[in-house]
Structures are given as structure tokens and as C-alpha cells.
């Protein structure tokens, strides 16, 4: 059976643990082939937060491509994919998004998608957010397929430590591609 596509995509905000986690939930599910894409910046913040390289986290994918390579498939709609998850995704990344500068892969994957109405999920990272900000996200929401999802913290599902809440917004942020984590806990309701 051939895998479906999905581009991930990093940029240089903070949240690279999550990545990491989602592209582990990703490799663990098997049902996606990924393609992912690193911006400079995200190489650099990587590091700072994970100690990782670009080249250790490619491993967790099946494609990886550098931003320069505006030639390479996920610029094309005819690169049938599920859709882009951008983790984490800078607010430089959502004003390229939103005015469709279009000028690496990662923006030229963004735009194909939207354009092809395909799923595009966003790690919108920063904080305070700023008149602009909220701007640019909320216009984006309102595009077929768009889901803007801020890496925000529960605390429902009581996580026992920072792990436990990695994996939880990983498991958030695959779930729109069909991916179902193995314990991702769901808000059930319960007594109060």
C-alpha cells in the first residue's frame, strides 16, 4: 500500500521538543510518508533547545529538503500531499503565509496547499502576540483547511512532567491528518 505525504516544516520559533515528538507519533503511526523542511533559523534554535542537528532529526523523516529548494516537490500542487504542518511556526512564516511571499520551500508548500485546499496546520509561536499577529492568524483561519494550533499548555489530562505535555500538543497537532496518538488523553467531561 503506498503512504500518503505530509510536509513538516520548521521554522526558527521556540517548540522544537514538539517536533521532535511529532515526528516520532508520525514514524511510530506508518501511515504517512514525510517530507520535511528546516529553515536556517530553525536549525539554529534547534540546537539551542534539543541539541539536535538538522541532520539527526532528518532521520526521523522519510524526505528533506532545504529552503532553498523552490524547485523540489512540495512546491508543486501537483505533489499530491495531505497537507503541511508547520511546528513550530514563527510569525515571520505566518505574514509569508498570510501575504503569499511565497520566497522558500516552506512558504511555496504553504501557498500550494491553501491553494489546493489541502490541510495546513500551524504551531503559531509567540508570545505576547501583537495587533499584527492576531491579524495575519485570524485571517488565515478563515481559509478552507487552515487550522491555527498555538502550543499551549492543558493540564486536564494531568501530565506528570514536561514530557507528558510534549506529547500531548504533538498528538493535537497530528489529529487533523489522521494520525491518532496512543495516549493521547481526550477531555472525557468527568465530575467536577
Known amino acids: 500500500m503506498k503512504k500518503k505525504r505530509i510536509i513538516v516544516a520548521a521554522t526558527g520559533a521556540s517548540g522544537f521538543p514538539i517536533l ?17 523542511i528546516v529553515s536556517g533559523s530553525a536549525k539554529l534554535t534547534m540546537v539551542h533547545e534539543t541539541g539536535l542537528t538538522a541532520e539527526e532529526l532528518g532521520e526521523y523523516a522519510d524526505f528533506v529538503y532545504q529552503p532553498d529548494e523552490i524547485w523540489a516537490g512540495p512546491a508543486s500542487g501537483t505533489f499530491r500531499t495531505e497537507g503541511i504542518l508547520i511546528v513550530p511556526c514563527s510569525m515571520k512564516t505566518v505574514a509569508g503565509i498570510h501575504s503569499g511571499y511565497a520566497e522558500d520551500l516552506i512558504l511555496r508548500a504553504a501557498d500550494v496547499t491553501i491553494k489546493e ?38 493540564f486536564y489530562h494531568q501530565p506528570e512532567n514536561m514530557e507528558d505535555m510534549v506529547y500531548h500538543m504533538a498528538a493535537k497537532l497530528v489529529e487533523p491528518f489522521g494520525v491518532e496518538a496512543e495516549n493521547y488523553c481526550r477531555w472525557t467531561g468527568g465530575e467536577i
Open 20 to 36: 521532535e515528538a511529532v515526528l516520532k507519533l508520525l514514524r511510530q503511526d506508518g501511515s504517512l510518508e514525510v517530507h520535511l
Open 117 to 154: 485546499q489541502r490541510t495546513l496546520v500551524l504551531a503559531a509561536r509567540e508570545t505576547p502576540l501583537s495587533a499584527i499577529h492576531l491579524k495575519n492568524l485570524y485571517e488565515l483561519s478563515l481559509l478552507p483547511g487552515v487550522r491555527i494550533i498555538p502550543p499551549m499548555m492543558t
